[in-house]
């Protein structure tokens, strides 16, 4: 590792890497980065066919499956591969943000009652069950047609598929070639929060970067916020399992030779490739449908409680993000236009201002980047830049980052009554699960904020906005 700039450090290539390694991060961050196995996972990634420039990680990395949790790779799409590692199990977990017009005066007397009726109205928890009860058939057309089912279907508004990434839905998608397994696992999930990391909270902007931008996103100091985090389930996750195996019964015939099994791969362009990514771009799609109706149970849960319309409270949505997802992208290399197969691994789109893919009204400032905190520690609404398509492919992070296994949070948190921790600051939380509460306590994540300052100073994403929470719901 050698240090080559302001928070950025260099895996320089050796062996059979067949690109270098590049971490973000500040001199703090990467002391917490060498407690895990992160930093050999990004000089594994490096070993993969067809992969472009670098093996990129950003500051929130941490240990994951295969591809580390943080990293970002592009892959020529005629000579290199796809790697279900590199996108994870929870394909499209990603973040939405909705505006309103409300202030934190008037949740004075509301709050409590507005938590309790959201986590009433969104089943949250290990293996919750929606009321939504869809056939196969119905299912297949979810995985088809993502956020614009829900929409179809009464589960918001037109106007929220413009700001969605790729508008709620990756074309390309096929259902039949998805396992019944999986089908069964989503078949009650659409409209679930699931557990762990997954949350729905209610913030107050507390600071602003950028007022021309912030003005734009339809935000003030102390405005209201709802960020909704969580993605395609157990159908996602059975989905991924399924292709790990499938790929793993190809090794030979691909010849494949990798410093670690989970990094098991397809080129691309071969049949079983393909296959992955038709089945991948359905999981997307449905975990974009699930936050499209968690968002109309969002609203309504807001409409009973302040007998207003969600229309009259202002209640838009700014943007949704993937954070884990493979992505056909154009990206220049060399000078030269190529299309690459992008693997963003908790890692987040942050295309620049004028780009062609993110919403007209964001053209000026660039795409929003929704970057949540965990319970207790603040989320950020960043923009994406031009220096992220240059060195990061455009991308930038995701999120805080794990400092602490969950099973070491649950020792440091041991005795500890986390509810009543976070209502002495202000916060009130809903949980199925105590146990998830200690998991996901906020000292087993990096500093937000300092994860934030790196991606900033480097200039991968610009900040705007900064919530602090209010209340919470957790899985």
């Not at 295969?66 to 590692?85: H, L, Q, Y």
């Not at 969580?230 to 996750?237: A, D, K, P, V």
């Not at 950020?380 to 060195?391: Q, V």
Request: proline share 4%; charged share 25%; hydrophobic share 35%.
């Amino acid at each position: 590792m050698k240090k080559i700039g302001d928070c950025k450090w260099l895996i320089e290539k050796e062996g059979k890497m067949r690109v270098p390694g590049i971490i973000y991060a500040s001199d703090k961050l990467y002391q917490a980065i060498q407690s895990d196995n992160s930093i050999d996972q990004v000089r594994n990634v490096a070993h993969l066919p067809g992969i472009q420039k670098y093996s990129l990680a950003m500051p929130d990395i941490h240990w994951g499956y295969g591809f580390p949790i943080g990293g970002v790779a592009a892959m020529d799409i005629e000579n290199g591969v796809i790697s279900p590692g590199g996108v994870g199990f929870d394909i499209n977990c990603g973040v939405r943000a909705i505006r309103t017009n409300l202030k934190s005066s008037d949740l004075n007397g509301n709050k409590e009652l507005l938590i309790s009726k959201i986590y009433a109205n969104i089943p949250c928890g290990v293996g919750s069950k929606s009321d939504i009860k869809v056939s196969f058939s119905t299912l297949k057309e979810v995985l088809t047609e993502g956020s614009s089912w829900a929409v179809k279907n009464g589960f918001g508004w037109e106007e929220d598929l413009e700001y969605t990434e790729e508008n709620g839905k990756l074309d390309g998608a096929d259902p039949e070639i998805i396992s019944d397994r999986a089908l069964e696992r989503g078949q009650e999930q659409l409209g679930t929060l699931g557990s762990g990391n997954h949350f729905m909270e209610i913030q107050k902007v507390s600071e602003i970067f950028d007022e021309k931008a912030a003005n734009i996103l339809g935000l003030e100091i102390d405005s209201i916020t709802v960020m909704i985090h969580t993605g395609s389930r157990g159908l996602g996750h059975q989905i991924c399992s399924d292709w790990v195996k499938n790929l793993r019964s190809a090794k030979k015939k691909f010849n494949i030779d990798i410093p670690d099994e989970q990094l098991i791969y397809a080129p691309v362009d071969s049949k079983e490739g393909q296959e992955y990514l038709s089945a991948m771009r359905g999981a997307a799609n449905f975990a974009w449908a699930n936050r499209q109706i968690i968002l109309s149970r969002v609203r309504e849960s807001f409409t009973e409680v302040f007998g207003k319309s969600a229309e009259s409270l202002g209640m838009n949505l700014i943007y949704d993000v993937a954070h884990n997802i493979a992505k056909v992208e154009e990206h220049i290399v060399e000078g030269k236009t190529k299309k690459l197969c992008v693997h963003r691994k908790g890692a987040t789109r942050a295309f620049p201002p004028e780009h062609p893919d993110i919403p007209k009204k964001y053209a000026e400032v660039g795409q929003p980047v929704l970057i949540p905190g965990d319970m207790g520690t603040a989320s950020y609404i960043l923009l994406g830049t031009e220096k992220a398509m240059d060195e990061t492919f455009g991308s930038t992070c995701h999120g805080a980052g794990r400092v602490l296994s969950r099973k070491k949070a649950m020792h440091a948190t041991g005795g500890r009554n986390i509810t009543d921790e976070l209502k002495k600051k202000g916060i009130s939380v809903r949980s199925r699960s105590i146990k998830t509460l200690r998991e996901e306590a906020p000292e087993a994540y990096k500093d937000i904020d300092e994860v934030v300052d790196v991606v900033s100073r480097v200039g991968i994403s610009k900040k705007v906005i900064r919530m602090i929470p209010l209340a919470v719901v957790k899985g």
